[in-house]
Each structure stands twice: as structure tokens, then as C-alpha cells.
């Protein structure tokens, strides 16, 4: 069941809400960020120390061009030292858009009476599954609608026909969520079905806005919602991902919110969210807000080198809200995951490209309309490695099982050589010559890096195997 927040409200010291705004902007306006203060707080995050509230707003309130840009060349750096130069990629799947919500900043608002509402029938999942993998997809996040018809039992039905689907010579390895919170034994019952990694954005960490922005539904309830990712964990589910939507109020309690958000869930449950996400606002059919807080560029760029400082461990969503540009420039600093070849149109995946964006069948406008193979290119030739991997969600190398590895430093060993595995395929299978020239090339570079530090033979033997028709391989 979706529908009894009341069950749950307080339900004990786990489930309290953790958000203290004026123990953020007592932070906020205090907090004096002197040139030797930040250098320290950027070498904590380079010594790959999670910050405290108080640290990061140190990197916030320091607004000199020349600290912006040292923040910005230690997340660079802290990037390279935690995730290398892999990219993981992953395409939105959207299953329904009923919803019972009426959020101001969303084109499936309940109040948006014109238009047609779907949701895909199981043939027509299967469809655009096969559509997904047809572009080289191997990991998908599933969205839906806040509806009845979406219970537990719905979406853990889509996620088993999104993984029984086998198309040529690939299939989806990883399905993540985002959807309506649950209780708990809906949160178990997902869970049940293999998921991944389940969202749930707060959206905006203040109150006040949160209530101005949400005028009808069961989202109205700010509680509810802070406390979805605790039921999840109580569930079992131990990847989460959290996420704020900026341009809805300042900024900087936003981050701070989501750093608040982190720290919750490591003091409690000892791991923080697998993934944040940091969408800023884009058109949407009756879009109605308060443009007062909308993120500027530069601000964009500082937000996101400070969340990769404050949080090293953490995986940082870039989607396709933002344009090709602000997506290159932003993944030097900190960004571990995009979205690629993105379609938000229900059904949209098996139809013939669109020449503009109908905003009356998708929930907000996307600006990067590259396609998938489009953008691999472009990281091959930039120097990232592009990553479909699944492997330590399949190995078990989730949640505190995954800190135990990431933490320490030692899960480059795994990545980087699944990364070029999950690469080597997508090349045999998907890439246009001209991408599977430049992609071997990567290759052999990036082995021949890796063999300075560490043992390839094996890694060797797999990408020839992967060559001769093998696929699936991982350490």
C-alpha cells in the first residue's frame, strides 16, 4: 500500500525527521570562509573524509573567484582519486504517468486536466525495453506516477518483465526505481522483485516551499517523504538515491539539506545513499513557480564541485535536463552517472525521433537530445571510459558492503577493468566503426595504464573472449 503516512509518522527515533533549518542557516550565516580554512577543508575531502555541515558550508559562503576555482580543482582531483575516468550510463524508462500529485513544477500534475494519461501495457514494456537495448542500454531507472494502480505489487511486476526481456545479443542487467515512497512491506515487496537502487528526491529540504510547491496529494506530506528512504533501508533496500530539484528555494540549504540527508543515513545506518541527484527546473506544461531561486550557470557548476567534496563516496546524477554543454563542462567535477539517448515520451523509445519535444506527453523538457552512441563517442574521445557495469550490485557489493570497498580507495580495482568489459561490448554490439576504432584505441590505453599498477592478464583474456562472442564478464 502507498496511502498511510499515519502509520509511520514518528513511528521511532529512526524514522524522526532530521532536517533543522535554522541549525542551516545558523551554519550558513556564521560560517567565515577564510582562504586557509577552505584549503583545509578541500584537503579533508582530498583525504576522502565526508564533511560536516559546518565544512561545507565553508566551500558555500566562499565566493572569491580564486577559492571558487580551487573548490572546483579539488573535486576535479577528488574525482579522478575515487572514480577514475569511467562515466556510468544508464536511460529513464517511464512506465506511467497517472498521478494523484499536483506539483507546480510538473507536467504530470493532477491539475492538467488535457492531458492523455498512460501506462504501458506489459507488451509495450517489453517494446520499449527491447528499443533500450537496441541503442546498447544495460542498466535502467523505471519512473512512475504517484497512483493506486502503481502499488508495489505493479512495479515489482514491470521490474521482472524489464529483466526477463532477452534481445539479441543484449538484455538489462540493472533496474533502479523512482517512484511514490511506500511502507515497509511495500518498499519489501519491490525489493523482492531484484531492483537496484530505489529514488526518492525530496525535492525541496524547505518546509515552507515544499508546502507552496505541493498543493495536492499525497506528496503534500513533507514528513512522509523526508522519511521514504528510512522505510526502504528498514525493508532491506540498501541502495538509495536521494535528490533535491533547485530552483525551487536557495541553493545553498538545498545542499546542505542533501548533506544533512547523508549524514542521517550513515549516522543511523551506517552507509550513505548510493546516489544524488540535483535536477535544476526546466519548462513543464503549466509550469507555475516562484522563479526567484532559479540556479545560474556558474552557481550550477560550484554546487556540484561542492556536493562532490562533501559527500566522496557518493555517486552524482548529471541527466538530461542540462544541455550537452553544461554536461561536458560539469562532468570534470565530480559527476559519476548520465543519462543518455533520453526519451521521456510514454512509448517514446520505439517511435520515430520527434523533430521538438510534445510537452503535453512528458514531464519536463530535456535539453540534451543527443542520442546514446552520440555521446559515447564524445566520452571515448575525451579521454572517460563509458560504463554499463552491474557487477557489484550482482556480486553483492551494495550498501555497507559497497563502503567497504569504495571507502578505502580499492574499488578502482573493479571498476575500471568492468567499465572497459562493459565497453568492449557495447562496441562489438551497438558502436558504428568509426566509434569502434576509437573506442579500442581507449582500450588498449587504459590497459596499458592499469598494467603500471596492477595485473591485466586476465582483464587481457576477457576482452578477447568479449571479442569472440562472450558476453557478461566481470571481476
Known amino acids: 500500500m502507498i496511502y498511510h503516512p499515519e502509520q509511520y509518522r514518528l513511528r521511532d527515533q529512526r524514522m524522526k525527521p532530521f532536517i533543522d533549518p535554522d541549525e542551516i542557516w545558523d551554519y550558513l550565516n556564521s560560517v567565515k570562509p577564510d582562504k586557509q580554512r577552505v584549503r583545509d577543508v578541500i584537503q579533508a575531502s582530498l583525504e576522502k573524509k565526508r564533511l560536516s555541515l559546518e565544512e561545507t558550508a565553508v566551500l558555500i559562503n ?8 580551487e573548490i572546483k580543482e579539488g573535486a576535479r582531483t577528488l574525482k579522478e582519486k575515487v572514480y577514475g575516468e569511467r562515466i556510468v550510463l544508464f536511460a529513464p524508462l517511464y512506465v506511467g504517468d497517472l498521478c494523484t500529485n499536483n506539483c507546480q513544477y510538473c507536467g ?54 524489464v529483466y526477463g526481456v532477452k534481445h539479441g545479443s543484449g538484455e538489462i542487467r540493472r533496474v533502479n526505481i523512482n517512484a511514490a515512497p511506500f511502507d515497509i512491506p511495500g518498499f519489501r515487496t519491490i525489493k523482492d522483485a531484484g531492483i537496484g537502487t530505489f529514488q526518492v528526491f525530496q525535492e525541496t529540504y524547505h518546509e515552507p516551499t515544499y508546502a507552496r510547491v505541493h498543493l495536492g496529494g499525497v506528496k503534500r506530506n513533507y514528513e512522509w517523504r523526508l522519511t521514504a ?17 533547485f ?65 566522496p563516496y557518493t555517486g552524482l546524477i548529471l541527466t538530461a535536463r542540462e544541455p550537452a554543454h553544461t554536461r561536458t563542462q560539469v562532468l570534470r567535477f565530480g559527476v559519476s552517472q548520465i543519462d543518455g539517448g533520453t526519451n521521456l515520451e510514454l512509448g517514446g523509445y520505439s517511435k520515430a525521433k520527434k523533430e521538438e519535444q510534445d510537452l503535453s506527453m512528458e514531464q519536463f523538457q530535456i535539453n540534451d537530445t543527443r542520442s546514446l552512441n552520440e555521446i ?6 575525451s579521454g572517460y571510459i563509458p560504463s554499463f557495469c552491474t557487477a557489484c550490485y550482482r556480486l553483492g557489493r551494495t550498501g555497507e558492503h559497497f563502503m567497504e570497498f ?32 576509437a573506442g579500442y584505441k581507449l582500450i588498449d590505453e587504459k590497459v596499458e595504464e592499469l598494467g603500471k599498477h596492477q595485473k591485466t592478464d586476465r582483464l587481457n583474456e576477457k576482452i578477447l573472449q568479449i571479442r569472440q562472442g562472450k558476453r557478461d564478464l566481470y571481476f
Open 62 to 69: 566562499a565566493t572569491d573567484p580564486d577559492l571558487v576555482e
Open 108 to 161: 504530470f500534475r493532477s491539475s492538467n486536466k488535457g492531458v492523455k494519461r498512460l501506462t504501458l501495457s506489459d507488451n509495450e514494456l517489453i517494446t520499449e525495453t527491447k528499443a533500450l537495448i537496441d541503442q546498447g542500454h544495460k542498466r535502467l531507472i523505471l519512473v512512475y506516477g504517484e497512483h493506486p494502480k502503481y502499488s508495489a505489487e505493479f512495479i515489482a511486476e514491470t521490474v521482472r518483465i
Open 229 to 245: 528512504l528510512d522505510r526502504a533501508q528498514e525493508a532491506g533496500i540498501d541502495d538509495v538515491g536521494i535528490g533535491a530539484l
Open 247 to 311: 530552483g525551487l528555494y536557495d541553493w545553498r540549504f538545498e545542499v546542505m539539506g542533501l548533506v544533512r540527508h547523508v549524514n542521517h543515513f550513515e549516522a543511523v545506518y551506517r552507509v550513505g545513499p548510493h546516489t544524488i541527484s540535483f535536477p535544476r527546473i526546466q519548462n513543464a506544461l503549466s509550469l507555475d513557480i516562484d522563479k526567484t531561486h532559479i540556479v545560474k550557470d556558474e552557481e550550477f557548476v560550484r554546487l556540484v564541485a561542492i556536493l562532490r567534496l562533501a559527500v
Open 376 to 381: 559515447m563517442d564524445e566520452l571515448i574521445r
Open 406 to 437: 569504495s571507502v578505502p580507495g580499492f574499488i578502482k580495482r573493479y571498476c575500471s577493468p568492468n567499465a572497459l568489459l562493459t565497453l568492449a561490448e557495447y562496441l562489438e554490439d551497438y558502436a558504428p566503426e568509426d566509434t569502434k576504432a
